[in-house]
RNA sequence: CGGGAAGUAGCACAGCUUGGUAGUGCACUAGUUUUGGGAACUAGGGGUCGCAGGUUCAAAUCCUGUCUUCCCGACCA
């Protein structure tokens, strides 16, 4: 049983993730491949996580800046790791409107070269330091295989750009927004993810080094959900970008970026949501409690009005259903669109002095007295289903947690049920080579400070150096 | 970018083999009765059949190309 819109979740995960998205009205395919049309009620989630990561930025004295969308060919050009790891999935355009161009433009990928370009006029002195900007804007990755969410071609995000007068302060902030990333994760998506380094092979093209966080799916696939990137003075070279230091010499900035996107929607549909459609963390829900009259009644009108008045001052979320549409259906539609807490309000409960209560994320049913403290009782219940709602999840992931120490052990775990999988790695790049050569398997990122689950490398079995964590990806 | 499937009303589909007035269900609109898990009746509205060529007196139907979507692989937030 479940939505009769939406395929049974175990039966074809694929499927069911594309149901749940269509069936909750988060976003509609548009006419160009790859590109989607966020719908009302996607794009609100998408509003919220910017509300809350929008204050955490600010209150860590971040400011926001508008870059254009277009990078002259030229100026992408002269950082060469950065446009190798690009080449293949960066738009030209090639046609203005009047003239033809002299040179082709980009549509951004990514915009730390037209930060860079700002920044060498903008910068004279260590008193100039640090510049802490970011910016919610769209990109574009001519990505092959699309999907909503996960992988589309046009995609929103933030994409933070700083630059420091010290490698100790870029790093520093490097972690930082790491830490932001975890902390939204687990706190506000409820999604239990890992956090970690990724390896040469695997870090953004032109980084010394990047942080990445990983969630882990229902399915066991592993989703990049957050990176932070700490570039030493790469690009300051490639684009100069100098400034004169407290012993009044000419010194490279220290650079860092930082971005999530709206692949995290996708991400909290792949964790929480079931076969009746979507389940929404409460602390991310755009609309945490709906509240629905029934049948046509003074004292039902008049309760939901308090009920919603209350609730509202209290700073919750919260409307009422007052469409002429049947119980059942605005049952349905209100689980199928993930709001937490359903407040279902009746005469016949009524004269018992009663009302019924539905959590989204377990589907039960509580009552209550009508004349309860309708603010207590409804925080209580929301902090109840986010905690029950991480917990659930890392139950699930520590389900989908593996110890592998030899390549049989990755090929048996990869062949039964893919996840999370723990295993020494000797450094070597043909190791990782080896490993992706089953399933695609890759490593996810290294855990620092893991402990030494074993001495020897899983693939080649020389002496081991890190602890990582591999898994198949989206 | 390879392999497979599919595009006909907002959605799900029939019609195509054998060319000849574009259909069904849900959704939508109006009215009435309803309302505790996707209400009922009555009367309505909506489609250059993905797009572009071609064959033909005539194309949703046959041919060619192209775009898009879904699934499976190679590349990626």
């Not at 092979?201 to 989703?223: I, P």
């Not at 003075?233 to 900035?253: C, I, R, S, T």
């Not at 986010?386 to 999840?393: E, T």
């Not at 890759?442 to 899983?458: A, F, H, L, P, T």
Request: aromatic share 10%; glycine share 6%; proline share 3%.
């Amino acid at each position: 049983m479940g939505n009769k819109a939406i395929t049974e979740r175990d039966k074809d995960f694929a499927q069911w993730y594309t149901d749940v998205v269509r069936a909750a009205k988060l976003c509609d395919y548009s006419s160009v491949k790859g590109c989607m049309v966020i719908e009302p009620n996607g794009y609100a989630i998408w509003e919220k996580m910017q509300e809350i990561l929008d204050k955490k930025f600010k209150e860590l004295g971040h400011v926001n800046v508008a870059m254009p969308v277009f990078i002259p060919e030229n100026l992408l050009k002269k950082e060469g790791e950065l446009v190798q790891g690009f080449a293949p999935e960066v738009a030209w355009v090639t046609q203005g409107g009047s003239k033809d161009l002299e040179e082709r433009l980009a549509f951004r990928p990514t915009s730390e070269t037209l930060f860079c370009d700002y920044y060498k006029d903008h910068i004279s002195s260590y008193r100039d330091l640090p510049k802490l900007y970011n910016q919610w804007c769209n990109v574009v990755r001519w990505e092959k295989e699309t999907r909503p969410f996960l992988r589309s071609r046009e995609f929103w995000w933030q994409e933070g750009h700083t630059i420091h007068a010290t490698e100790e302060e870029a790093k520093k902030e490097t972690d930082q927004m790491m830490e932001v990333y975890r902390w939204f994760h687990h706190e506000i998506l409820a999604i239990p993810s890992v956090t970690g380094v990724k390896t040469e092979k695997e870090k953004f093209a032109g980084a010394e080094y990047t942080l990445t966080n990983e969630a882990l799916m229902y399915n066991g696939v592993a989703l990049q959900s957050g990176t932070s990137h700490y570039f030493g003075q790469k690009f300051a070279k490639a684009y100069d970008v100098k400034f004169l230091n407290k012993d009044n010499k000419q010194e490279y900035v220290y650079q860092t970026s930082w971005g999530t996107t709206t692949r995290m929607i996708g991400g909290l549909i792949m964790v929480h949501s079931d076969d009746y459609g979507l389940v929404l963390p409460p602390r991310i829900a755009p609309k945490q409690v709906v509240i629905i009259p029934i049948g046509d009644d003074e004292k039902v009108d008049k309760l939901c009005n308090e009920y919603k008045d209350k609730l509202s001052r209290a700073g919750i979320d919260c409307y009422i259903d007052n469409t002429d549409k049947s119980p059942g259906f605005k049952f349905a539609e209100a689980e199928v669109n993930g709001i937490p807490v359903r407040i279902e309000v009746g005469a016949r409960d009524l004269a018992e002095n009663k009302i019924t209560v539905a959590r989204r994320d377990t589907r039960e049913k509580l009552t209550t007295e009508a004349d309860t403290d309708i603010v207590t009782y409804v925080k209580v219940l929301l902090d109840t289903i986010q905690r029950d709602m991480y917990d659930r999840a890392k139950e699930r992931r520590d389900k989908l947690t593996f110890e592998a120490h030899n390549l049989e052990d990755m090929e048996r775990i990869l062949n039964t049920q893919p996840g999370f999988i723990h295993a020494m790695w000797c450094g070597d790049e043909a190791c990782e080579n080896r490993i992706k050569e089953i399933k695609g398997c890759k490593s996810r990122c290294i855990v620092e400070d893991g402990e030494r689950i074993d001495d020897k490398c899983v693939c080649c079995g020389k002496e081991a150096k890190h602890h990582v964590i591999w898994g198949i990806q989206y």
